[in-house]
């Protein structure tokens, strides 16, 4: 089978999971009692039982080894980029493992005992998460540059899809929460807009890094391809 249809796969089984997840959701709530003994946890992309969770942590996982695996391919060239490689890579491995470890809930619940955490902060690790990822994110604008414009332009986009998701709907999420409980239609609806940007955001990076590492092969130089083409006539210097 060949990656893009394995990755074709992947988004539609995401989107299934992701509407059955709305979908039950919208059942329950559209009574007038609310009944959550009725609730197919399995299907409830916010539980850590859930089908969802579990191909989130394969899907972050996946991504972290294509990272190593192109890590190693940029030291071999010689890229100035190899280190920013395996920094991800880590990165996602811990992604991973806070999908079914939660570890982010227990910083939040540590650091709203020792700051006032109301509205949108309520959830105290997402303002912070948020400072420290868009300083990622400026740091990294030389290796996103390395990258072909259309390639460059699906990874910035994979960054704006999980940022939104795991920091800003969370502060939003977390205004709501505050007022309503977890368990509001509001604050479920939102949850489900996380998760699946989240989601969409590790999915389109998987993409970006398969199709780098598809086209690696074609060039020899130090990182993936020129962002413009030498011009084969000399200029006259000025």
Not at 37 to 54: G, H, R, Y
Not at 125 to 131: F, I, K, Q, Y
Not at 212 to 235: F, H, K, Q, V
Request: hydrophobic fraction near 55%; glycine fraction near 6%; proline fraction near 3%.
């Amino acid at each position: 089978m060949k990656w893009k249809q394995l990755f074709a796969l992947s988004c539609l089984f995401s989107l299934l999971l992701f509407c059955a997840s709305v979908s039950q959701d919208l059942i329950l709530y559209s009574g007038t009692r609310l009944d959550l003994s009725n609730k197919i946890w399995l299907l409830d992309v916010d539980s850590e039982q859930s089908a969802f969770t579990w191909l989130s942590v394969v899907a972050a996982f996946s991504v972290a080894w294509l990272l190593l695996v192109a890590g190693g391919d940029a030291a071999m060239r010689g890229s100035r980029f190899k280190w920013h490689w395996y920094f991800l890579a880590v990165l996602f491995l811990l992604v991973s493992f806070d999908e079914f470890v939660t570890v982010h809930e227990k910083i939040s619940a540590a650091l709203a005992s020792r700051v006032q955490n109301t509205g949108i902060l309520y959830f105290a690790w997402a303002a912070p998460a948020g400072v420290i990822s868009l300083l990622g994110l400026a740091a990294f604008i030389p290796f996103i540059r390395s990258f072909p414009p259309r390639l460059e332009i699906l990874l910035v986009l994979s960054a704006v899809l999980f940022l939104s998701g795991a920091v800003g709907f969370e502060m939003v999420g977390g205004s709501i929460a505050e007022v309503e409980g977890t368990e509001s239609f509001r604050y479920r609806m939102l949850t489900n807009i996380e998760e699946g940007l989240e989601m969409a955001g590790v999915l389109t990076f998987a993409y970006v890094l398969l199709s780098y590492m598809e086209g690696i092969g074609a060039t020899s130089a130090p990182d993936y391809a020129p962002r413009r083409r030498e011009s084969p006539l000399p200029t006259r210097d000025r």
